[in-house]
Every structure is written in structure tokens, then in C-alpha cells.
């Protein structure tokens, strides 16, 4: 992957492990739990580990993760930095024991465990790619969750196949927004909901065919209409809740339902008898806590059917606002109102 990256040669030359500083600025929860609240501190620089690059971070984006951790409901994977951020984008500054894919100066775009909000993020080789030339580094530094997370779960997990139909839930959100544009230019017919008109007129912009505004519109009898009852074949959702039986109800024969969150509750009252009859599947699914190996696999994955669309221009992240780190309150704020569309990114430095 390092000969596609773009290179920052005097970074590379000014930059080893002996010359960085001792410190930097990161974010971590404060007293989390329901008072919680994101901290700006300083704190020792993380040292790549094995198969580790240090990366020197430019941009890292809010996820609803993030939020989640500082109320205490989203703790870390053992092992991984309690340090708040799921991505980041930077130039490549150290690289850890038996790194092969990476050199310094590298610019790349990186998926991590936790660590994102911060100077300096060690993140897996095998988690990077290399920062797409058209992108800002705002724009790149709110590409790596997105991009893994609607992979790995349409893709991977529901197969979508040449020919067939989506449905994204939270088309507005970052990773409705992702979704959209990647399906749509792979050629996909792409459904979306969305609270709001100029929610759901994003979504159609973005590609979506039909954009259902969920506060009047159900989007049960709105996708029966435009599939002429048939239904479509795979939804990504992270509503959860009432949804699942809604979801259930929306999807054609050997149709494909995986939800990626619960924003709305993870118990449900389900009929499965469609389950049954439609002959569908049920999955869900999460990322952060898999292994660097695990991540490697859909990094590849990403790079190929992706990465493509993103280095020629033919999508790109929305995104819906920028604070420097230091106003990491207000972005969560911001977050935490619903009222964003796409990506809301922390620029570092």
C-alpha cells in the first residue's frame, strides 16, 4: 500500500521516535458516566508497538461511539488507548518493530481501536490507507470508520450483489452518507431515510433514489410502492427498536438485515414468521473490539472497492463542521443535538 500514499519528504526527514516530543495533547473521558464529559490533557506520546506506525494526526472525526465512552457506556477494548477517537488522518512519524507497508512521511487515513483524538495515534499497519490526494485532511481524517464500518457490513456480511437494492437507515448520518455514495456509484439502487427535508434532499443528492423523511412518511409503505411490493434486499441500520419488524417487513425474498447500532433500543417484539417465509437473515455486527488481523482483511477490502471512488473525485466525505481539538466540547455538543449531516471532524495542530 505505501507506494500508493502520498509522502511528506521533510516530515520524513525531520521526524524519528528520538525526535518527537515527549508529550501531547489527547482527549479522554472525564468522570465518565452520565456527568461525563470530553477532557483536553496532556499525556505521554504512545509508542508504536510491533507491526505499529506512529502517526502525527492532522484530523480525526466524532463518532457516536465517542459519546457513548464518556458516558461510561462504551469502554475500550482491553488493551486499547482510553483516549477517545475511532480514526484519524496524519503523516506516518515512527514506525513500530517488523513495519513493512509504511515508510515516514507517509500520509495516510487510519482506523483505530481508540487514540484518534490526539496529537499522535499508534495505529495497526495493516488498519491504514494511504490519504486519497483529492481529499483536505479534514475530509480525510473522517473517511476510515465510515468507510470500514459500511464495507464490512454490506459487503462483507450481506453480500451485496450486482443488480440488488439497499436501504440505509440514518442516511444523513456519517455513515449514511458513506453508504449512499458508495452503492450508488457501484451502481446499486439505493433507498434512505432521514428526519427531515433537507435531510432527506441530501440523501437524494448523494444518490439515494428515494429519500423517505421518517417524520412523515413510513417507509414500510414507501418501498413497497417504489419496488412494486417485492421489497429490497439488504438494509444497514442502526436504529434498532421498532425497526427490526419494520425491517422485517421491507425485505424481499432472501433479503439481508444487519444493524450496526441501537439507537432506538435493542429489545424488540418480533414476529418471525416472515423471517421464515422470506427465508432472510438477520446479522449484526461491530468493529472496534476485532483484531489487527481482522481489520487488515477489511482494510483490503475497503482499498479496492472504495478507495478507487474516493481518489477519483466520484464520491467524498460530507462533511458538517470543523473544530480545532481544543473545542472538543462543543463538537460533542453538536453531535449530541442530532441536528448534524455527515461527519463532524476535530482538526489537530
Known sequence: MAELSGRSPSFARRFSMNDLPATMRAVRPLSPGQDGRPDLIETALPVPGPGEVLIAVKATALNRADLMQVKGLYPPPQGASDILGLECAGVVAALGPGVTRWRLGDEVCALVAGGGYAEYCAAPEGSCLPKPARLTWAEAGATAEAFF??????????????????????????????????????????????????????????????????????????LKAETGGKGVDVILDMVGGDYIQRNIQSLALEGRL???????????????????????????????????????????GVARDAWPLLESGRIAPVIDSVFPLERVAEAHARMATGAHAGKIVLTVG
Do not use: M
Open 258 to 300: 444487519v444493524n450496526i447500532a441501537y439507537q432506538n433500543g435493542a429489545a424488540a417484539s418480533v414476529n418471525f414468521l416472515a423471517v421464515l417465509l422470506k427465508r432472510l437473515t438477520i446479522t449484526a455486527s461491530t468493529l472496534r473490539a476485532r483484531t489487527a488481523a481482522q481489520k487488515a482483511e477489511v482494510a483490503a
Open 149 to 222: 464500518t459500511v464495507w464490512t457490513n454490506v459487503s462483507d456480511r450481506c453480500h451485496l450483489k450486482a443488480g440488488e437494492t439497499l436501504l440505509v437507515h440514518g442516511g444523513a448520518s456519517g455513515i449514511g452518507t458513506s453508504a449512499i455514495q458508495l452503492y450508488a456509484a457501484r451502481g446499486h439502487t439505493v433507498f434512505a431515510t432521514a428526519g427531515g427535508p433537507e435531510k432527506a434532499a441530501l440523501c437524494a443528492r448523494l444518490g439515494a433514489k428515494r429519500a423517505i423523511d421518517y417524520k412523515c412518511e413510513d417507509f414500510v409503505e414507501v
